[in-house]
């Protein structure tokens, strides 16, 4: 089964794109699965856990990465991590994606093949992320070429209503735990939620979201990028790629994350929970409208 018209994915107001967008299949698993467990008490009761299994791309029949993944979403996964690799310049270059769960692997088709793979794959970077591992080094040198808009702001009372909509979200970590939560807003307007077993999963998943949307959603300039997990170098330089200028995270971030954030002109929130967060670069970019009680 092909979907071929992926703005059926549910895009917020989005208008039709005109440049040729890829067939994707419509590849769909568990995400979670009930096993018996023995309480603190010794009482015996059933619960769930995230399904996490591996995912083997292939593109043009070349093996080049394993994803352990839920498998929410696998063809939005597989295109945003082509897409913050930097292997291919857009949707375009892409004709089709193939998820099949019964041997785990998602066949990517290209329209005229990837540039110079062997060498911008040969490089890999081990990263402090779950889910993935690892990098392509060429991502690392590309941060000075990212550009975001320096006008972006967020109000302070649009980020209380960001973290309002996060706490109400239903999702598998209230059921299941053991999985980390992304988000996209323009401004408090939540535009699409993903959960997977890393982070890193959930925001390549937005991205290749992002990409079969029209130009309103393609476009990170008014967006807001909320994770719960920590803002670490990769996760900055991947919602940097999204062209999104102002990150939120639960956690923290470390040293390298604020520096990347710094340079790049990004505004990194941490530590965001209902009226709490740090501001760690960038405060300019936060309109502060909300009294402290």
């Known amino acids: 089964m092909w979907l071929n018209e992926p703005l059926a994915f549910g895009a917020v107001g989005a208008s039709a794109p005109t440049r040729p967008l890829p067939r994707l299949s419509a590849a769909s698993a568990p995400l979670t699965r009930a096993v018996e467990v023995v309480d603190e008490f010794g009482q015996r009761r059933t619960i769930r856990i995230p399904a996490e299994r591996g995912l083997t791309v292939y593109v043009d029949k070349r093996e080049l990465v394993t994803l352990m993944t839920l498998g929410a979403h696998p063809e939005w996964l597989v295109l945003g991590y082509l897409r913050n690799q ?122 290749g979201w992002m990409w079969l949307q029209g130009e309103d959603i393609a476009h990170g300039d008014d967006k807001v990028f909320y994770t719960t997990g920590r803002l670490t170098s990769e996760m900055i330089i991947k919602a940097a790629q999204m062209g999104v200028p102002i990150v939120v995270s639960r956690s923290g971030t470390t040293q390298m994350g604020l520096e990347v954030a710094e340079r790049l002109g990004l505004c990194a929130i941490g530590r965001a929970t209902h009226t709490r967060f740090l501001c760690y670069t960038h405060p300019q970019r936060l309109v502060w409208d909300t009294p402290l009680p």
């Open 86 to 207: 930097r292997l291919i310049d857009g949707p375009q270059d892409i004709e089709s994606i193939t998820v099949d769960w019964d041997v785990g692997a998602a066949a990517v088709r290209t329209r005229t093949g990837l540039v110079d793979v062997e060498a911008r794959t040969a490089q890999r970077v081990v990263t402090t992320g779950c889910g993935q591992g690892s990098v392509f080094g060429s991502l690392m040198d590309a941060v000075e070429r990212i550009a975001l808009p320096p006008t972006a702001q967020l109000r302070q009372s649009e980020l209380y209503g960001i973290l309002r909509a996060i706490r109400e979200q239903d999702s598998t970590y209230k059921q299941a735990g053991s999985v980390h939560g992304c988000a996209l807003f323009r401004g408090e307007e939540l535009l699409l939620f993903v959960e997977d077993v890393g982070r890193h999963n959930a925001v390549d998943t937005i991205a």
